[in-house]
């Protein structure tokens, strides 16, 4: 009975649109099912997993859907001798095509998942963008006891209504009711509230709720708020220490830097020995640096290469300016990349 019930859910949104990303906050569709009347954990849980190929490693992907277009997705991937490598957990928004053929997810970082229909209850592994990107496979509908709690960070706006107070994700669109406000059941302010806030992702009652958030950062402003990270731009930032190890660029060698455009939230510039970019997001001093471009070739043999480059960007939680120098810090206070503003002709 659970089976035929989430089938018929499932086709039951076939008619919502596949949305598109943008820089602002993504358009939630226009009609969502209702969620079902009973309480029960095991009936209103939707739960698709499966087992991909990432090339000599194995992906454990799961994901709950909720009648409220939201989901919640588990990530692991497993090395030839079976251990973790690593997981990755997000929620955001989910979507099937018009005619039925296409299921897309969109996380709170803006990555899709696209996922094409081979059964009444199966897809297949299309394009995932983000870490798990060359991975291959199916996932079915399966029977599960449990729903996934998973923990995200969002870049969202705060809402209240006579439902409660709420944050709306920037970069899927759904709105994650609080069980626990905190320091936001307050009044805010008339231009809204943009904040960077964090916490576990659980089901509630045909949608996804946060618990325990932990607020890291806030501003006034909108998804299209963009003033946070002025300090950032119109600047030639020359890379000069990863994970505490200097930079030393030989002779003949381009000078390893970025640039960041504000107005386009991208970054842009030149690695170790690989052309680097992708997106960045900040709300106050709080940043996420996301969809990185992976380097097409690798570094010479030596201490450092790209890839140390690109993961201690990934890994900033803040940035902040001291004396001049641009220092980007991870979860734990730890600067993990500093840069020095190159000469003013270079700006």
Known sequence: MNRIIAILWLLAIGHAAVAGDGDGAAEAPDKRPEAESSSSTSESLRRYSGQLELGDRT??????????????????????????????????????????????????ERRRHVFDRVGESEWRAFDLEGPTRQAFGRIAMVEAADSLTVAAQLRAVVDRDEQGIAVRDCGSGIRFPLDEPGELDRELPTEGLLVAIEGAFVAGDGLSRLQQPRLLAEQVGGCDSRESAA?????????????????????GQREPHLRFAPETGRFLGQGLCNRIGGSFETVGEAIRLRQIDRPPHPC????????????????????????????????????????????????
């Open 300 to 347: 010479p043999a030596g201490s450092l290469n790209d890839q140390d480059v690109l993961d201690a960007l990934a890994s900033a939680q803040r940035f902040r300016i001291r004396d001049g120098e641009l220092e980007m810090v991870d979860a734990r206070g730890r600067v993990r990349v500093r840069f020095s503003p190159g000469p003013a002709d270079q700006r």
């Open 59 to 108: 992906l454990r992907y799961e994901a709950d859907f909720e009648a409220d277009g939201s989901f919640r997705r588990r990530e692991e991937v497993s090395g030839p001798d079976g251990k973790l490598v690593f997981a990755v957990e997000a929620v955001g928004r989910h979507e099937v095509s018009p005619d039925g053929s296409r299921l897309v997810l969109i996380d709170q």
């Open 231 to 251: 300090p950032l731009g119109n600047t030639y930032w020359r890379l000069v220490m990863v994970n505490r190890k200097p930079i030393e660029v030989p002779a």
